[in-house]
């Protein structure tokens, strides 16, 4: 059997496929909700304005059914009762570093008209990298620049969208 981590019974399979199920359900959402609150002007152009929600909803759910297939599960050298006291703990590190993300994620969307949109995602771009454990100095200073930079790039110059700029 291909996939036998899929049809496993009980409270770890269902744990385990518990967000990809999510997210599934979040894309069927998209898919189902958000084009219809779009109107269908697309001026004569290919892509309407509905294309990039519907191509987002497909994204999530096929990247989230990816997901789901390719997790094997491998069996460990740790004993299970080692498992257990340190999941428990890097289960509750888990939850703390998502919990930081968004808060960095709230702390943007508060910050950003004051601050500018360059200054703001250049720094909550660094605080994200040293929570997913970027420690690296160079990469933590070039790489959310150089992502500030490219995005105000495509937004503000490419597709004249207007950014925030800095109020202070």
Request: contains cysteine; proline residues 7%.
């Amino acid at each position: 059997m291909p996939f036998p981590h899929l049809l496993e019974k009980g409270e770890e399979s269902m744990r385990a496929n518990l967000p990809n199920i999510i997210m599934i359900l979040l894309g069927l959402l998209v898919i189902l909700v958000i084009p219809y609150q779009i109107s269908e002007t697309s001026g004569g152009a290919v892509l309407g304005p509905r294309f990039f929600p519907y191509l987002l909803g497909i994204g999530i759910i096929l990247f989230s059914v990816i997901s789901m297939f390719s997790t094997e599960k491998e069996p460990s050298a740790i004993p299970k009762e080692e498992q257990e006291s340190t999941g428990e703990t890097e289960g509750k590190k888990d939850y703390l570093r998502t919990g930081l993300l968004f808060g960095c994620i709230l702390f943007w969307i508060l910050i950003v008209p004051i601050a500018g949109f360059i200054i703001t995602t250049t720094l909550v771009t660094m605080a994200a990298m040293i929570l997913i454990g970027c420690r690296n100095k160079l990469t933590l200073g070039w790489v959310p620049l150089a992502f500030s930079l490219v995005v105000y790039y495509v937004f503000a110059i490419l597709l004249h969208i207007a950014l925030p700029e800095i109020l202070i």
